[in-house]
C-alpha cells in the first residue's frame, strides 16, 4: 500500500530539548516536503527536498533542519525547541509531472507538536 | 514569492444549496492550482485541479474555474451533503521545485 508515515503522532516537549520527527514514504518519489499547520494560516512549508542530499527552505523554515540521505526518509529536526513552533505538522511527498506541471502532494497523518 | 489569498474563512450553506470558495493569487508564472479537502482531525487529500491552459474542470459535484487574467480562481460544489463539511485549501505552483503555495483555508458547514 503506498504511503507516508510519520512518527510520533503526537509529542509533548519542553523548550530547548532537541528532536526530530520522522518521515519515511514508499512511493519512491523524488519530491518530499514538510510544512506546519496552524489556525488560520493554512498549510507553510518549512522545508522541501528534490532529491536525496538536495534540499532547500521554504516559507517558514527558522528553527528547523531537515536531511535527506536516503530516497524514502526525510526527517524533520527541532534542535532547541520553543513555545511558539507548538502546531501541527505534515510531511508529504510529491508526484511531479513535467506533462502535466503538476505536483500532487501525498501527505502523511501529521504529528500533533506541542513545546512547553 | 507566491501569495495566495482565501475568502471566505468559514461558509455555511443548507444541504443542497451550492457552495462557492474563492482564492487569488500573485505570481503571473503560476500555472497549476490544486484544491485539497481536510476533514476534521485527518490529512489534506486532493480533490480536484487545473491547469492555467484550462478555463474550467468539473468532476461530479464539484468544479473549479480559472481566470487567469484577474489572478483568480474557485471551487464550486453543487448539491452539498453533510460529508462534505470540512477545510478546504486551494494551492497554486509555478511549476518549479518550489512546490505549492496554499491559501489559509475555508471551513465549509453544510446544516443538514
Known amino acids: 500500500e503506498a504511503q507516508v508515515t510519520q512518527n510520533p503522532r503526537y509529542l509533548i516537549t519542553v523548550t530547548g530539548k532537541k528532536l526530530t520527527v520522522t518521515c519515511s514514504q514508499n512511493m519512491n518519489h523524488e519530491y518530499m516536503s514538510w510544512y506546519r499547520q496552524d489556525p488560520g494560516l493554512g498549510l507553510r512549508q518549512i522545508y522541501y527536498?528534490?532529491?536525496?542530499?538536495?534540499?532547500d527552505k521554504g516559507d517558514v523554515p527558522e528553527g528547523y533542519k531537515v536531511s535527506r540521505k536516503e530516497k524514502r526518509n526525510f526527517p524533520l529536526i527541532l534542535e532547541s525547541p520553543s513555545p511558539n513552533q507548538t502546531s501541527l505538522y505534515f510531511c508529504?511527498?510529491?508526484?511531479?509531472?513535467?506533462?502535466?506541471?503538476?505536483?500532487?502532494?501525498?501527505f502523511g497523518p501529521g504529528t500533533w507538536l506541542t513545546v512547553t | 514569492g507566491e501569495n495566495v489569498e482565501q475568502h471566505p474563512s468559514t461558509l455555511s450553506v443548507q444541504e443542497g444549496d451550492s457552495a462557492v470558495i474563492k482564492c487569488t493569487y500573485s505570481?503571473?508564472?503560476?500555472?497549476?492550482f490544486p484544491w485539497y479537502k481536510q476533514e476534521l482531525g485527518k490529512r489534506p487529500q486532493l480533490i480536484i485541479d487545473?491547469?492555467?491552459?484550462?478555463g474550467e474542470k468539473k468532476d461530479q459535484r464539484i468544479a473549479v474555474t480559472l481566470n487567469k487574467t484577474a489572478k483568480h480562481f474557485s471551487l464550486h460544489i453543487t448539491e452539498t451533503q453533510p460529508e462534505d463539511s470540512a477545510v478546504y485549501f486551494c494551492a497554486a505552483s509555478s511549476g518549479s521545485a518550489r512546490q505549492l503555495t496554499f491559501g489559509s483555508g475555508t471551513q465549509l458547514t453544510v446544516l443538514p
Open positions: 487545473i491547469r492555467s491552459n484550462v
Open positions: 505570481d503571473s508564472a503560476s500555472n497549476y
Open positions: 508529504a511527498s510529491t508526484i511531479r509531472s513535467d506533462r502535466r506541471a503538476s505536483y500532487e502532494q501525498f
Open positions: 527536498s528534490m532529491n536525496v542530499e538536495v534540499t
